[in-house]
C-alpha cells in the first residue's frame, strides 16, 4: 500500500540477503514489486499483470506485505495522497484529515476508480484482504519492526526463502528515502535513519490532528477489522 515502506524493504533484501545457492541473482530473487504490481489489492493476483512482468510465473512468488499504523499512514498520505483523491486540502492535514469524504483510489490494474467511504476505510480493506489471503502463502510484516529491527525482519524473511546474510559484509542499513524508488517521482519520504527518530514521538503527537468527527470514524472503521490491529499489536491512542 502507498506510504507502507515497500521500497526500503526491497533495499534491504537486495542488499543484505544471500539467496540460496544455485538460485537466482539478487536483483532478480527480489522484485521490488509483484508481478500483479505493488498496489493493487491482493485478490487481483492471477487477474493482471504489472507492465514487463506479464509473462512472470504468479504462483512462483513469496510476497512480503508491508503495513504501517494507521494513524501515521493516514497522517502522511494526507501530505501526499499518491493516487488517492478525496476532498480535503493537504496544506491543512493539522486540521483534520476529513475522513468524512469518500476517496477515489487508483492502483493502476485499471482505469477505474475504487472508491471507498473513507481514508481509513482504504488502510482496514486493502490490508485486511492480505491478511484474511488463504490462496497462497505470503509474509506481512510492519514498517514500524523494519525502521526499529531491519535486521531482525531482513534475516527472518531471508530464512524464510532459503536465503541467509551475507557473512562477508557487515549488514548495510538503506539510508535514504523510503519511497525512494520507481513510481514516487520528486515527492519522497524519510530515510531510515529520519524514520527511526520520527517514529519515536509519542502517538499522541500523530493524533493531536484529528478532529472529533474524523476520531468517530476511525473508531467505527476499525470496530470491524476481523482482528487486524490486535494481530499487528498495534494500539490506538486515546481520542
Known amino acids: ?15 543484505n540477503c544471500e539467496p540460496p545457492k544455485g538460485g537466482q541473482k539478487p536483483q532478480r530473487s527480489f522484485q521490488w514489486q509483484v508481478p500483479w504490481g505493488k498496489h493493487p489489492p491482493a485478490d487481483t493476483r492471477m487477474q493482471y499483470a504489472a507492465r514487463d512482468l506479464e509473462f512472470t510465473n504468479q504462483t512462483t512468488v513469496l510476497p512480503v506485505v508491508t503495513v504501517r499504523h494507521p494513524i ?17 486540502n493537504p496544506d491543512l492535514c493539522d486540521t483534520s484529515l476529513r475522513l468524512d469524504q469518500a476517496v477515489h483510489a487508483k492502483f493502476g490494474y485499471t482505469n477505474q476508480s475504487i472508491v471507498y467511504d473513507s481514508l481509513i476505510d482504504i488502510w482496514r480493506d486493502w490490508n485486511l484482504e492480505y491478511f ?25 524473511v531471508c530464512h524464510c526463502i532459503g536465503g541467509q546474510l551475507y557473512s562477508d559484509k557487515p549488514f548495510s542499513v538503506f539510508a535514504s528515502s523510503m ?21 519515536a514521538k509519542p502517538m499522541k503527537e500523530w493524533s493531536y490532528k484529528f478532529s472529533k468527527d474524523d476520531w468517530k470514524i476511525v473508531g467505527k472503521v476499525l470496530q470491524d477489522d476481523n482482528g487486524l490491529l490486535a494481530s499487528l499489536n498495534y494500539r490506538m491512542p486515546k481520542a
Open 1 to 15: 500500500l502507498f506510504s507502507s515502506g515497500t521500497n526500503v524493504m526491497h533495499h534491504l533484501l537486495l542488499n
Open 179 to 199: 519511497n525512494n524508488g520507481q513510481g514516487h517521482g520528486e515527492h519522497r519520504s524519510t530515510g531510515v535513519l529520519s524514520a527511526f527518530v520520527n517514529f
Open 72 to 88: 501515521t499512514w493516514m497522517n502522511a498520505l494526507c501530505r501526499h495522497g499518491y493516487a488517492l483523491q478525496w476532498d480535503h
Open 132 to 156: 484474511q489471503q488463504q490462496k497462497y502463502p505470503l509474509l506481512m510484516t510492519r514498517l514500524e519492526d523494519i525502521v526499529y529491527r531491519p535486521k531482525q525482519v531482513v534475516e527472518k
